[in-house]
């Protein structure tokens, strides 16, 4: 019995080994060698999770390729209509030349919506995670700043994948309406404890800067404040006023009240640091510094075709700033696409040092040494030989002396 199991059991060696030989791996079943198929498993697992987020990340560079181009067209646009305003300001123009070039801003929004609203599949690129919504829509036969941004649906979340934003939000940079520069204060009826000195900055959106000081005594009423901040403003060059009671019993500045703002990006309150610590605390406006928002795009659109039609050349030197900076808001978008571009690109470069490793792992925890196996299989052959023949001279020898 000792000699069968033996043969046996080599028999059954020489028949793992030569089905690996067959198949190069080490293991058919679980039963073959448990260990090492938990560990292929595992590995096959994170090789399978490395190429999806490879191929996520190949869809996102995808729309983020179609939004680089479709910013560039749009860029390429404001380029054109940046020269338009250049040209219609000139005074020289009629205004039936005028009324050609706002025609041709006609065109030239049309265009610039198509790139707003271009696509990858059903995916709209600048929809973020409602990719499903048309970015903006025109409506018939109105002005151009009543456009809709993605059905009034304002869900501003953008695509994200491995961390990287790989939409980009160009709500603000389309519709944004302009908007003055203000500065409230949570303080209702102030009356001022002491006596001193508020330094102001204001910025009126028109690129002039009043810098000016209103010299409070101590029991001043708000209404007081407000007149001595307001008429140390005219003094120093500004225009119209700055501060007023609004809502009634606090105290306000805004820089809308500003005759001839502009209501821009560049309108600012500043109060400055060398204030009265102690009124700057009462009025709750220490060191606050206010800005306005700039018009989005098709606001401007909507101002230059106002200007162009009413042939208004000094609404036409004046909207220069704000193409300008609308042209500033696409450049900094296409920044933010070159950027994800970049971390994509690195972290694909991290995926694909990866699934060598993986891949190196999972030959190691399946594969065979071939030379190995090839040499473990001589030596089984070898021994099986070796127990076959030892069990046929013992039976031999047995029945012989049987027989004798």
Known sequence: RLLGSQITENQNKVFQLSKQLNSQK?????????????????VQGRILQNDQETRNR?????????????????????????????AAANDTLGSSERANY??????????????ANNKVGNTYIFSGQQGDLQTIRLQDNSPYNTAVYKHNQDDSKQRIIDGITTSIDLKDALTAQASSAQLESNVI??????????????????????????????????????????????????????????????????????????????????????????????????????????????????????????????????LLTNVEFNLGQMNTALSKVGLAIVQIDRLNTSSA??????????????????????????????????????????????LSRFLT
């Open 26 to 42: 080490k293991f058919a079943t679980a039963y073959d060698d448990p260990v090492a198929l938990i560990g292929a498993i595992g």
């Open 189 to 318: 009826n102030p009356v001022a404890a002491s006596s001193g000195n508020l330094d102001f900055e204001i910025n009126d959106g028109n690129d002039n800067l009043v810098n000016f000081t209103a010299n409070i005594s101590s029991g001043d009423t708000l209404a007081t404040m407000i007149s001595k901040i307001n008429t140390a403003f005219t003094t120093a060059g500004g225009l119209g006023s700055i501060a007023q009671e609004s809502p009634a019993g606090y105290f306000s500045m805004d820089t809308s009240l500003i005759t001839g703002d502009t209501a821009a990006e560049k309108a600012k309150i500043q109060v400055l640091k060398t204030s009265d610590s102690t009124l700057a605390n009462q009025l709750y406006i220490k060191k606050q510094i206010n800005r306005g928002q700039e018009a989005g795009v098709y606001n401007t659109f909507q101002a230059l075709d106002n200007a162009l039609r009413s042939s208004d050349t000094v609404a036409l030197r004046s």
């Open 353 to 398: 040092d990866l699934d060598i490793k993986l891949q190196a792992d999972l030959s190691e925890s399946q594969d065979i040494d071939f030379v190995k196996a090839n040499l473990d299989m001589t030596n089984a052959q070898a021994t099986l030989q070796t127990s076959i023949q030892t069990s046929s001279n013992f039976f031999n020898q047995t």
């Open 102 to 115: 706002a025609d041709e801003l006609k065109t030239l929004v049309q265009s610039f919506t198509q790139f």
């Open 58 to 86: 190949g869809q996102g560079n995808t729309e983020l390729d179609a939004a680089e181009v479709s910013i560039n067209g749009m860029n390429n646009i404001l380029g054109r209509v940046k020269e338009i305003s250049l």
